[in-house]
């Protein structure tokens, strides 16, 4: 059987969700999966992007490194992790485009089966993280994908994460990923890698 496809869309503005991105593919690639790491796109104009320090920079560097995910991305592929970091407990609007742009496959049924999973960072411990990954299993769900939780199913998830998806705490000076988290990251690659592989041809 060919390899398992592992498609990772994912915003980030100040690179704490792209760092735990990046410990979910190397995960997925640890299982033998093919990963397509994928930055959306600003919805903001360069104006609104000046007013915070970084922004702009931070956007050009990621956009060189990463495609902007298509439709077809998400055909290829046997599993999609998504990831954002929260605006208000909520997706942020750049991903939430690129999902809104995904009606004419809702329509097709062509990710019907598919397995799906969310991943968050917040700056605060208790800001959102959960909720943030819950309104993906919404729009997951929507889409036909088997949501695939982490519940406790790894010793990693006794000391970071959340039950629901992998999350990483950036604060006020945008730090990266704990080593915890980035345990936790890995294990949603590896699961997301072997549920997609199992669930090939299967639904
Ligand atoms: C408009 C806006 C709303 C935000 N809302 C929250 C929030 O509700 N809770 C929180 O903890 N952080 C919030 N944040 C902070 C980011 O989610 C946080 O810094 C995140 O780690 C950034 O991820 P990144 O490094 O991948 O860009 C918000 C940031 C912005 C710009």
Do not use: C
């Not at 345990?183 to 590896?190: K, M």
């Amino acid at each position: 059987m060919s390899e398992t496809r592992v498609l990772i869309v994912f915003y980030s503005r100040n690179g704490s969700t792209e760092a735990m991105a990046k410990s979910i593919a190397a995960g997925a690639e640890s299982k033998g999966a093919e990963v397509r790491l994928r930055r959306v796109r600003e919805l903001a104009g360069p104006d609104v992007m000046a007013t915070a320090p970084g922004w702009a920079e931070n956007a050009a560097r990621m956009n060189a490194e990463y495609p902007a995910p298509t439709a077809d991305d998400a055909v290829w592929a046997d599993g999609i992790v998504f990831g954002t970091p929260t605006r208000f407990g909520n997706v942020t609007s750049e991903l939430k485009a690129f999902v809104d742009s995904l009606g004419g496959l809702w329509f097709q049924g062509k990710l019907v089966g598919k397995a799906g999973s969310a991943f968050t960072s917040t700056s605060t411990t208790h800001g959102g993280n959960e909720s943030t990954i819950l309104t993906m299993y919404n729009f997951m769900a929507h889409l036909g994908l088997i949501i695939v939780p982490l519940g406790y199913g790894d010793p990693a998830m006794f000391a970071a994460g959340t039950p629901y998806g992998a999350s990483t705490v950036s604060g006020q000076a945008s730090a990266p990923p704990t080593a915890q988290d980035v345990a936790v990251a890995e294990y949603q690659g590896r699961r997301v890698a072997s549920v997609a592989g199992a669930l090939k041809g299967a639904v």
